[in-house]
């Protein structure tokens, strides 16, 4: 799929109709080069094209982590900030040279972005300006010598300050924690269980996102319902409802999904992909998915019959073992870290979580985040496994990336009636295609 042509500046007066990522006519106002410090360079420049490079680098990047975290994991939900990881790791080749470098922006599929840094600061600041909290800190223990040019550069592009930490543990670990803790507004209280051994440094990246939907849901219309895991078994959940919600839903028939776009007020949709079938590969679902030309797909908002379930998200994981297979086993034997010391460094872990939860004024999200999806006819039920992305729109970013197979892993599976009592005063909906 390619882009429409586009004016390469963002402050573009002609109306576009974005085929890609972004869903904004006018994209926006021009960054200047000065704002980058690259005043001379002109290449340097984030422009509107160079954008949309970035988002389909990302959105690649995405589905092939959520790939590998699924590989990985035996956990029912995933929720993982792409943003967050990327954010980290371009960080990290900033310090790289050589193979190492070269290696981390292909497996981000970001080596074709010129000025990448300076791309990334610029979306940095204007994310922070409207859609959400960004955090960047560089934790440095006494003693060790770290370039000046990668701490200036460091905080140039990553808004990230050094901190040098005291040597001891206990403290430093409450210190670390409680920076998390303050840029996740409180959603990732404890991080890290026990201070890494023999760290030089820790680079940590952190995302706060508070989406409140444009048309919120009624809370006296929330009731108990019931999720479909596969055709036989499902899971009693509080299920949010309304009757005339504004949606725009589409149906792919030849990939037998159904997308939908809840938009927030702050530049950003939740986008849910419900599959047909119950049983789905989520990787194989997004390898063929359009989202590339999600602008042009969603049609008008219509009057929808919109159920969804509250859902609450918190994971956890090391991506050491998902990164190797990615292509970055050398980060953790014999990395080329020379821009950020002259000592022989490697990378000893790579730590996420990211939390969510989905209520009825909107979506909280930290470092990571979660997208709801869609049912057919005139209503939209959210009744059944489903993969989610939290959009930005002007961008078409993808700030979190997740799957929901059990929006309530605690409860015990029951054996499905033929009929649910709301199914048989509501013929009309049916719930999942036989």
């Not at 872990?349 to 049912?375: F, I, N, P, Y």
């Amino acid at each position: 799929t390619t882009l429409p042509d586009m004016s390469d500046d963002w402050n573009s007066e002609d109306e576009v109709v974005a085929g890609a990522e972004g869903c904004r006519e006018k994209p926006g106002e021009n960054a200047s080069s000065e704002e980058e410090g690259e005043a001379g360079d002109k290449s340097c420049k984030m422009t509107w094209k160079k954008s949309q490079r970035l988002a389909d680098g990302l959105m690649r990047f995405s589905i092939d982590l959520l790939r590998e975290v699924q590989l990985e994991s035996n956990r029912t939900n995933v929720i993982l900030s792409p943003l967050s990881i990327a954010l980290a790791l371009s960080h990290l080749a900033l310090g790289a040279a050589n193979e190492t470098e070269k290696h981390l922006l292909q497996v981000m599929h970001l080596e074709s972005v010129p000025c990448l840094h300076q791309m990334l600061g610029t979306l940095r600041r204007r994310l922070t300006e409207s859609t959400l909290s960004l955090g960047s800190r560089l934790y440095l223990q006494k003693g060790f010598e770290v370039k000046q040019k990668f701490l200036e550069d460091s905080e140039k592009f990553y808004g990230a300050k050094p901190k040098t930490l005291s040597g001891i543990n206990q403290d430093d670990l409450v210190a670390i924690n409680n920076w998390v803790k303050e840029a996740t507004h409180g959603k990732i209280p404890s991080f890290l269980k026990q201070f890494p051994e023999d760290a030089v440094m820790l680079l940590l990246n952190a995302i706060y996102f508070h989406g409140f939907w444009r048309n919120k849901f009624n809370a006296s219309f929330t009731g108990p319902g019931v999720f479909h895991l596969d055709y036989k078994s499902v899971v009693p959940v509080e299920m949010m409802k309304a009757h005339e919600y504004p949606l725009s839903w589409f149906t792919l028939d030849s990939q037998q999904i159904q997308v939908a776009k809840f938009p927030f007020k702050n530049n950003a949709s939740f986008v849910v992909i419900v599959p047909n079938q119950i049983t789905w590969d989520a990787s194989h679902v997004l390898e063929n998915f359009p989202y590339k030309q999600l602008c042009r797909l969603f049609p008008r908002e219509v009057p929808s019959i919109v159920r969804i379930p509250k859902i609450k998200l918190d994971y956890q994981l090391e991506l050491n073992q998902v990164l190797s297979r990615m292509g970055l086993q050398e980060l953790f034997t014999s990395p080329n870290l020379q821009k950020i010391s002259d000592e022989p460094l490697s990378v000893s872990s790579v730590q996420h979580q990211a939390t969510l939860e989905l209520k009825e004024d909107g979506v909280e999200a930290s470092a990571v985040t979660s997208v709801v999806v869609s049912r057919s006819f005139s209503g939209f039920s959210l009744d059944r496994p489903f993969i989610f992305i939290i959009f930005e729109d002007e961008t078409g970013i993808p700030l979190f990336i997740g799957s929901v197979r059990n929006p309530n892993p605690d409860a015990a599976p029951q054996i499905r009636e033929p009929w649910d009592s709301h199914e048989a005063m509501e013929p009309k909906e049916h719930h999942v295609p036989k």
